[in-house]
């Protein structure tokens, strides 16, 4: 039998796309809708019990990619780890400390925050911020002539932790509104 | 000289290859059955030309039963074996079903699922689902004169695994093939075509006989996201018919509804309801009912009618609205109302919908039936018969599932509206040093805490070897089928020893219990379970025969002479097996012959999607999606 994808494809070569951090929203919408015409369950609602066991591996790892490819910090993370830099997300914590500076500032103005506007100056501020070091990690693995996987993983925790003050953020707009 | 065929838009070329594929809308008052008919969607009506079947079955002396309409009409007079609305009752405990206090039945609080106590024996909700799902596919098979293929059958937005698992397992005791269980509002939206439509939000406003429910989807890239669900499980058009009697008899200066006898009380709020379908089509009309032995003839309008339910009319609205709030929109967001259910014929409901959407809701379909229709739609697609629709409905999980830590606290793996199907696998670790066993549970829902999730499943992975606490690595899959059907695994990965457990969620049936089910019998008692058996297994092995040979004639050039011939002769076994079977023996061989087969073409079926993933990828089929 002739030979082609395997399951044990990286999601960039499932999908076709060169592996870099910067993707085309529009043709990776477009390249998870093929797959899934090709490959979904449905597709195979009347063929063997074979043909649709391997339909459902097949649909599944579709979407793992697609979610995988489609999150910015989950897409870098992926490629730290294909290139050997694990983001070792639960058990690494250290950070720098300026940014552990910057953290503990931004968890004092969220607890002072007394009403709906100073919390969306504050969820203005971080957002912009986290802008700014996304485009920096696209200038990290796209541009740079020898990528530093070590400082890419480093990048990406950080952005671990802004994420997870965004989700604080927005509990906090639930509780004043 | 020989004349070319042609064939009818929308069919398939030769129509002994078409396949019967239904829709059914599994309703909580009433069911239907849909199927694509010369290209068109429409709903089986019975030999009276109802298209209708109350979900209501009556168990009689000595094995029989009634179904629908009838059971319905005797219901007064024997409530107690004679079941309606079982939907609320499907994959639940009886502590789950609200008000079970006042209902007529000898409720049963067994393991799996509650069941009711009848004259024919204990009958859980999926028994009863099963009658009315076996009299709708006797119904298409009798419209066809042909076999049902394979079904859609539909299930609310907001069902949990144990529901669906329930669902499931009715259709299997009615010898129903399920395609795939899609949810209610998504149907619906399919029957408008929305899934061809435009991108954004739509609102599904679903209000029958008992029950209210409001869905948001998002359709977005070819996906229905259910964004938020809603809804009153207690209000429906018989609320209407209520308030509306009890404002007749105040008019008439008569006792209250509740003083009535319950046969006067039925009387009366059957001419009210009349008079609101009336009403629905003209502004006027007459109420005519009996009261301790007085015939009263009311003049009623539709603004009487409005001012005695208006209470309902707005609580549906603020459900709709929290339900906006929920989903953080507003009513200028969303692109479309579809209305559902009977109870949306109403003017006011519709006028309302218009009011507060700024346009007015779609309802050039029949509300009764569009779910129905939509399913059908759907089923004729995955039975492979519609030529230009390829439609590809990717839908997503209802609701997060996860696991309990410590403290009683969920561990999120699988968030809700995760395009399905999915699969996570998420690490835990030992909480004791030398700690071997650890118990897994299942929860499903929103929240935090698991004493506020629904419990679906718990089991144990023993035989973990003694380490410290911490070192152990104990990886657990969840895996969501096509069908929103969950299946978890945990094994050991720590020590390179392995344990490994697959469960069904034990909240619902278990395989026993459907197995020991099917071998009770259901329907007809004078069936004859033997050659019923052995009619699905050589059905099976026909649609294994088909597929397989399908496949051959489309990428039959993947494989070599040797594999080639190996597959003919498993599939010459199965028809040599389906075709000289005794009745007796014939099922298990069958069974076996067929899961040869499947096993002989797993290659071929990897091979075969490998060679579409590659197409797919060459954009050789992009106008097929």
């Known amino acids: ?137 696209q200038a990290q693995i796209d541009d740079a002539a020898s990528v530093d996987w070590r400082t890419v993983a480093g990048t990406v925790r950080g952005l671990m932790f802004v994420d997870k003050f965004m989700s604080d953020i927005d509990k906090r707009v639930d509780a004043l509104s | 000289m020989a004349l070319l065929q042609i064939s009818e838009p929308g069919q398939a070329p030769d129509p002994h290859q078409r396949r019967i594929a239904v829709g059914i809308d599994l309703g909580t008052t009433h069911s239907l059955v849909a199927a694509v008919r010369h290209g068109v969607a429409e709903c089986l009506p019975d030999d009276q030309g ?88 006797f119904r298409a098979e009798d419209t066809f004169d042909d076999d049902v293929y394979g079904a859609v059958i539909t299930v609310p937005a907001y069902f949990d695994d144990a529901q669906r698992q329930a669902t499931k397992d009715a259709a299997q005791l009615a010898g129903l093939n399920v395609l795939r269980l899609i949810n209610e509002p998504t149907a619906a939206a399919i029957a408008y075509g929305l899934d061809e439509g435009v991108e954004g939000l739509y609102a599904v406003y679903d209000l029958g006989g008992g029950t209210f429910d409001i869905s948001l989807l998002r359709l977005a890239r070819g996906v229905f996201e259910v964004v938020a669900t809603g809804g009153d499980s207690a209000l429906g058009g018989d609320d209407y018919d209520q ?77 709709l609205k929290r339900v906006l709030r929920d989903a953080k929109v507003s009513a200028e967001d969303v692109q479309g109302v579809v209305m559902v259910g009977g109870s949306t014929r109403m003017p006011v409901v519709r006028d309302a919908m218009a009011t507060l959407f700024g346009k007015p809701p779609l309802t050039n379909l029949n509300p009764d039936e569009v779910v129905a229709l939509g399913a059908a739609i759907q089923a004729n697609a995955l039975a492979g018969n519609a030529t230009s629709g390829d439609l590809l409905l990717l839908d997503v999980t209802p609701l997060s599932l996860g696991l309990e830590t410590m403290g009683g606290l969920v561990e999120r793996v699988i968030e809700r509206n995760s395009t399905i199907p999915t699969a996570k696998a998420q690490d835990f670790t030992t909480f004791k040093d030398g700690q ?77 219990q459907v197995a020991g089910m099917l071998k009770e019998g259901f329907a007809s008692a004078e069936s004859d379970m033997v050659a019923r058996s052995l009619r699905e297994a050589q059905v099976d092995a026909e649609r294994m025969i088909l597929a397989t040979e399908a496949a051959l004639a489309a990428d039959g050039d993947l494989l070599d002479a040797a594999e080639r011939a190996a597959i003919d002769e498993l599939v010459a076994r199965v028809r040599a097996t389906a075709r000289d079977a005794s ?43």
Request: proline share 3%; aromatic share 4%; with cysteine.
């Open chain 2, 436 to 512: 071997t066993a650890m118990a897994v549970h299942v929860v499903q829902g929103e929240r935090e805490l698991v004493s506020e999730c629904r419990s679906l499943a718990r089991f144990e992975l023993r035989g973990i070897p003694p380490m410290v606490a911490g070192a152990a690595r104990i990886r657990v899959t969840f895996q969501v089928d096509a069908d929103g059907l969950l299946s978890v695994g945990a094994k050991e990965l720590g020590s390179g020893v392995e344990a490994a457990i697959v469960v069904k969620p034990s909240y619902g049936l278990s395989d026993e």
């Open chain 2, 583 to 625: 009745p007796a023996e014939g099922p298990r061989a069958i069974e076996a012959a067929v899961e040869a087969l499947a096993e002989g073409t797993e290659g071929f079926a990897a091979a075969r999607m490998n060679r579409g993933i590659r197409d797919a990828l060459a954009g050789r089929n992009v106008n097929e999606i």
């Open chain 2, 50 to 137: 109802r298209v209708i079947l109350p979900s209501a079955v009556r168990y009689l002396e000595g094995g029989g039963r009634q179904i629908g309409h009838d059971a319905l009409a005797s219901q007064g007079d024997d409530p107690e074996n004679t079941v309606v609305s079982a939907k609320r009752f499907m994959g639940r405990m009886l502590a789950d079903v609200a008000g079970h206090q006042r209902l007529p039945y000898d409720f049963v609080d067994q393991p799996g699922m509650v069941g009711m106590r009848t004259r024919d024996g204990v009958k859980t909700a999926v028994e009863v689902s099963a009658e009315i799902l076996a009299t709708l596919r």
């Open chain 2, 243 to 319: 308030r509306f009697a009890s404002a007749l008899l105040q008019r008439a200066g008569l006792k209250t509804l509740e003083e009535l006898t319950p046969r006067e009380r039925r009387r009366v709020q059957t001419a009210a309801r009349h008079a609101k379908e009336a009403l629905s089509g003209i502004a006027e009309a007459t109420v005519t009912f009996e009261v301790d032995g007085v015939v009263h003839d009311l003049d009623v309008d539709r603004v009487e009618f409005e001012a005695a339910t208006s209470e309902l009319t707005a609580t549906t609205l603020r459900l």
């Open chain 1, 1 to 137: 039998m002739e030979d082609g994808l395997s399951l044990a494809a990286t999601d960039f070569e499932l999908f076709g796309l060169p592996e870099r951090f910067a993707i085309d929203m529009a043709s990776l919408d477009a390249k998870w809708k093929q797959l899934q015409g090709a490959a979904h369950p449905d597709r195979f609602a009347t063929e063997t019990a074979a043909a649709q066991r391997v339909a459902m591996q097949w649909a599944i790892r579709i979407n793992e990619a697609y979610r995988r490819l489609k999150d910015p910090l989950a897409r870098a993370a992926y490629l730290c780890a294909l290139h050997g830099a694990d983001i070792e997300a639960e058990s690494n914590t250290a950070m720098p400390a300026a940014f552990l500076m910057q953290q503990m500032a931004w968890r004092d103005a969220l607890s002072d925050a007394a009403s709906l506007d100073a919390v969306d100056a504050l969820s203005d501020e971080v957002v912009a911020s986290r802008n700014v070091t996304l485009k920096s990690l």
